[in-house]
């Protein structure tokens, strides 16, 4: 099924939209591979992913008809099934999405970074697998509020620019950047307590 | 405010700790100027506490961008069953878009 161009996505949007049970089959066809591979990183478990795919493609079937184009589709389609994926991820470990306000940098009435003196202690651990440092790290990402969750996705899983971004989320570059940093932030406080070498 | 940030604050081009939070993600991008850089490692140079942040912050950021495949992976398995693509056409069919 090769119906229609990869390199200028109007003519399939449109009839996604016309809700042309050929344009998704198109679809699904041309992007669940994919989809299903990064999910797959994410969740290592063949029959979640499999049900986290589906429940990707469903979310973007709704919400198709408010996808205005400025990102790619495959962009598009990425970022919710890496959005489900944690999401998934996040309800097996149970753990809610956090405010992050406690995360950030703190500074001194003289624009001082304030070190904290105390540090709790860690326990001695045997060293991770590179597949647990992965697993530590999603769970650390989902548990960011979904605003910033985005962010990140956008910014550095599929590395647009700051203005793609802005464009994706329907922000201005400035808030895409304030929300990145906050949001890097925050994970770097979520992932020092449990990597050993951060 | 140590002593030692106290009297670089004095030279030309000094910024805060402040300032530097406020650069460390156009600096861990790699899109600051040349000057801008150099404000950061002089920056570094005199506080420690911000340069452990920043060399944390940085490695942050590389872990979570090698923690979830782009999508773009040639060497990844992009094998999926007809009977997925099926039951996913199958949901959609049955309401799951509208």
Redesign the interface.
Known sequence: MDAYRQDDETELLAALKA?E?RA??FM??EY???????I???LRNEEDA?EC??EA??QA??A?ERFEGRAKL?SWL?RIA?NAALMRLRSRKRKAEASIDDLL?Q??G????I?PAWQPPREEAPPLEAQD??EI??EA?AQLPENYRNV??LR????LSTDETAAALDLTPGAV?VR??RA??A??VL??SR?E?? | ?NPL?WLFSLLPGHI??????ER??AYVDGELSFTGRVRMAMHRLI?T??A??AA??A???G???A???????PT?????SED??Q???N???QG???
Do not use: W
């Open positions: 809700n049970a998704y089959e699904v066809r669940s591979g994919r989809l299903l591979a990064v797959r990183g994410i499999r795919l589906q493609f469903l079937f709704r198709i495959s990425h890496v940098p500074f001194d003289n624009e001082g970074r070190d440092r992965k790290i999603h990402i990140i996705l550095d899983i599929q590395e950047k990145l940093h890097r932030a994970l770097r992932l020092k990597l070498d951060l | 405010m940030q805060s700790c402040d300032e530097f939070d460390l993600d506080c506490a911000c452990a942040y944390a912050y490695k942050t950021v872990l979570v961008k923690s979830i495949e782009s999508g773009n992976d990844a398995d992009e094998s999926v997925l693509v039951d996913i056409l949901k959609r069919m799951g878009n509208r």
